[in-house]
């Protein structure tokens, strides 16, 4: 039961963002959609994702929320930049749920452009803490124990994205994508998928030529 209430929660989740910002720009998208993709020098915004992590054996869905930017060189083909996440719910196996949090340094290769969309792939070193946690006791006399297991490990992640420029200074970006940890225990191979909304830096000749 709170697996399925999880993943409804997390689908909900996805389509109230997806909804909120196409209503937001639907008024704008058809006169930028067109917009060049080299007109700007870095960008970055917040995302929602989910993904089945595993620790220990015991793998389980988290849903989770973090950020990320980066500058643009080579003409756009390369970013460089950096972000974060953290776990907001999990579902529970084996009476246990999972969270992971963590952060890391970016390099990502812009393989694709084509009009308004961008397609990069991007690798990502880090770390951060994974954590396992399960509750016993009897709750409804009052008394009840959390036992939580949590360990440091690098990690590594390799995503591919599809970006789509919606005004001049906003776009969309879904990523799919794969991550490990490395070191003593800790996190077990596992992927993820996120929906970002991305806010544009205007490049130093479109900010000086005004609006």
């Given at each position: 039961?709170?697996?399925?209430?999880?993943?409804?929660?997390?689908?909900?989740?996805?389509?109230?963002?997806?909804?909120?910002?196409?209503?937001?720009?639907?008024?704008?998208?058809?006169?930028?959609?067109?917009?060049?993709?080299?007109?700007?020098?870095?960008?970055?915004?917040?995302?929602?994702?989910?993904?089945?992590?595993?620790?220990?054996?015991?793998?389980?869905?988290?849903?989770?929320?973090?950020?990320?930017?980066?500058?643009?060189?080579?003409?756009?083909?390369?970013?460089?930049?950096?972000?974060?996440?953290?776990?907001?719910?999990?579902?529970?196996?084996?009476?246990?749920?999972?969270?992971?949090?963590?952060?890391?340094?970016?390099?990502?290769l812009v393989f694709l452009k084509a009009g308004?969309?961008?397609?990069?792939?991007?690798?990502?070193?880090?770390?951060?803490?994974?954590?396992?946690?399960?509750?016993?006791?009897?709750?409804?006399?009052?008394?009840?124990?959390?036992?939580?297991?949590?360990?440091?490990?690098?990690?590594?992640?390799?995503?591919?994205?599809?970006?789509?420029?919606?005004?001049?200074?906003?776009?969309?970006?879904?990523?799919?994508?794969?991550?490990?940890?490395?070191?003593?225990?800790?996190?077990?191979?596992?992927?993820?998928?996120?929906?970002q909304t991305v806010f544009l830096i205007p490049?130093?000749?479109?900010?000086?030529?005004?609006?």
């Open positions: 039961m709170q697996t399925k209430l999880v993943l409804q929660t997390q689908l909900a989740a996805f389509t109230a963002l997806a909804l909120i910002s196409g209503t937001a720009l639907a008024h704008d998208s058809r006169s930028h959609a067109a917009d060049s993709s080299d007109d700007y020098r870095g960008a970055g915004g917040p995302f929602l994702g989910c993904g089945l992590r595993g620790a220990d054996g015991v793998p389980t869905w988290q849903m989770f929320i973090g950020g990320s930017g980066y500058v643009r060189l080579l003409n756009g083909r390369l970013r460089l930049g950096g972000g974060g996440q953290a776990s907001l719910t999990s579902t529970k196996n084996r009476g246990r749920t999972g969270s992971l949090r963590w952060g890391g340094l970016d390099a990502g308004s969309w961008e397609f990069p792939l991007t690798l990502t070193l880090g770390g951060g803490r994974s954590s396992l946690e399960q509750k016993s006791g009897d709750a409804e006399n009052g008394w009840e124990t959390l036992e939580r297991k949590s360990r440091g490990q690098g990690i590594v992640r390799v995503a591919v994205g599809a970006e789509r420029r919606m005004t001049r200074t906003l776009k969309l970006a879904l990523s799919i994508g794969w991550q490990g940890g490395f070191g003593r225990g800790g996190m077990e191979n596992g992927f993820e998928a996120s929906l490049s130093a000749k479109d900010s000086d030529a005004g609006p």
